[in-house]
């Protein structure tokens, strides 16, 4: 695992991993720190209250902040004595949340399958009956869409992280479309064993 110094404020800690969004002046999704409890505290403290955070990867310096999302921090104590804290927008819960019922936010590591989170995220967040076979059309359909799918930038590690814009009522009408229309995608779930539909 490769470390990278992060700072704020004269505070600097180690990153290894860092997902940004890159067209949004470099907002912070997901970050991944260790070192000295007091500097990871002091850091995470830092962010939170808005104040920017530099970190230097492979020779290139990325001045960082957040945006009005609210943070998820979760920290440990490690058996060397260092700490470790990872730090994420509650937006990547999977929870129903009035203010951003339409918005949803995975981060996944490269052994998690990201069809399984996209469609648990979705079916919590929406109130149309969803099929976990539709996974992939459901992908696709969001795809197709104008702004439904934001892939983020990863700067350090191996976690990627995607963020989910979209409305439900169109929603609801791709997938009463595809239902009218028979789609083998859509409607593979309702065949029973022998029967088809056509």
């Given amino acids: 695992m490769k470390l990278f110094p992060i700072y704020s404020l004269g505070i600097k800690a180690f990153c290894s991993d860092m997902i940004i969004d890159t067209e949004n002046e470099g907002v912070i999704y997901f970050m991944s720190l260790c070192g000295y409890q007091a500097t990871v505290k002091g850091l ?115 976690y990627r992280g995607y963020c989910f814009n979209f409305s439900s009522n169109r929603l609801y009408d791709l997938i009463s479309s595809a239902l009218q229309r028979n789609l083998p995608d859509v409607i593979g779930c309702l065949e029973k064993k022998g029967i088809r539909h056509g």
């Fill in 44 to 158: 995470v403290a830092n962010f939170l209250e808005y104040h920017g955070i530099s970190i230097e990867i492979y020779g290139e310096e990325y001045y960082l902040t957040r945006n009005s999302l609210g943070y998820k921090v979760q920290m440990k104590k490690l058996p060397s004595g260092l700490s470790h804290a990872i730090v994420f927008p509650e937006l990547a819960l999977p929870k129903r949340d009035e203010t951003n019922q339409n918005r949803i936010l995975i981060i996944v590591n490269q052994h998690e399958n990201l069809l399984n989170l996209f469609y648990r995220h979705l079916d919590e967040k929406t109130d149309i009956p969803l099929h976990p076979s539709w996974s992939q059309w459901l992908w696709n359909m969001f795809e197709y869409q104008e702004n439904w799918i934001h892939e983020l930038t990863t700067l350090a590690g191996n």
